[in-house]
T-cell receptor
Framework: EDQVTQSPEALRLQEGESSSLNCSYT??????LFWYRQDPGKGPEFLFT???AGEEKEKERLKATLTKKESFLHITAPKPEDSATYLC?????????????FGTGTRLQVFP | NAGVTQTPKFQVLKTGQSMTLQCAQD?????MYWYRQDPGMGLRLIYY???????DKGEVPNGYNVSRLNKREFSLRLESAAPSQTSVYFC?????????????FGDGTRLSIL
């Protein structure tokens, strides 16, 4: 069964304390892995798409990487404004790539 | 720079009442989606529309109907609301179904069924 698991469920960091969030997946025919950020009371906001193992994407303090089994979202020297829930989702199959499977998210809190 | 707009933002219903959630996008996207988000669960697809004039069931379609009114608008209807439908509902859109482009989400409708 296709599945996406995110860990940890929650993460508390001190400002400046770097860490990583994990998204592991078991899907047949991965076409892409998406990272989203979700603030309380808001919809998911797109961050990155990764298409193949070895690929990396960066944006400010965030860096996403992909292997054949998992993806990491590395947060370098986080700030309080990075506090949010981070979601990952995968698409699979040759056609109809938009039927995404979402993980349950990692809730990140960064304290000053 | 509106993107995906959902109305209303909040709604409280009594069991058995009906209502329609509205969604509009201004990105000229072909595909649109309705999801629900519940605590401890990932976003789950209710219905989707690959293009104007077509709709299909997702993972959890029971108790819902949809209408793709035109290319911009995609509505979700609860005919007879049940407490199990208490959730946060998100609408999303993407360029199409096959190019693997990201979906873009609205800010949701928070729905409570008493």
């Amino acid at each position: 069964e296709d599945q996406v698991t995110q860990s940890p469920e929650a993460l508390r960091l001190q400002e400046g304390e770097s860490s990583s969030l994990n998204c592991s997946y078991t899907v047949s025919g991965l076409r892409g892995l998406f990272w989203y950020r979700q603030d309380p009371g808001k919809g998911p906001e797109f961050l990155f798409t990764l298409y193949s193992a070895g690929e990396e994407k960066e944006k400010e303090r965030l860096k996403a990487t992909l292997t054949k089994k998992e993806s990491f979202l590395h947060i370098t020297a986080p700030k309080p404004e990075d506090s949010a829930t981070y979601l990952c989702a995968v698409s699979r199959g040759l056609y109809n790539t938009d039927k995404l499977i979402f993980g349950t998210g990692t809730r990140l809190q960064v304290f000053p | 720079n509106a993107g995906v707009t959902q109305t209303p933002k909040f709604q409280v219903l009594k069991t058995g009442q009906s209502m329609t959630l509205q969604c509009a996008q201004d990105m000229n996207h072909n595909s649109m989606y309705w999801y629900r988000q519940d605590p401890g669960m990932g976003l789950r697809l209710i219905y989707y529309s690959a293009s104007e004039g077509t709709t299909d069931k997702g993972e959890v379609p029971n108790g819902y109907n949809v209408s793709r009114l035109n290319k911009r608008e995609f509505s979700l209807r609860l005919e007879s609301a049940a407490p199990s439908q208490t959730s946060v509902y998100f609408c999303a859109s993407s360029a199409d179904r096959v190019s693997n482009q990201p979906q873009h989400f609205g800010d949701g409708t928070r729905l409570s069924i008493l």
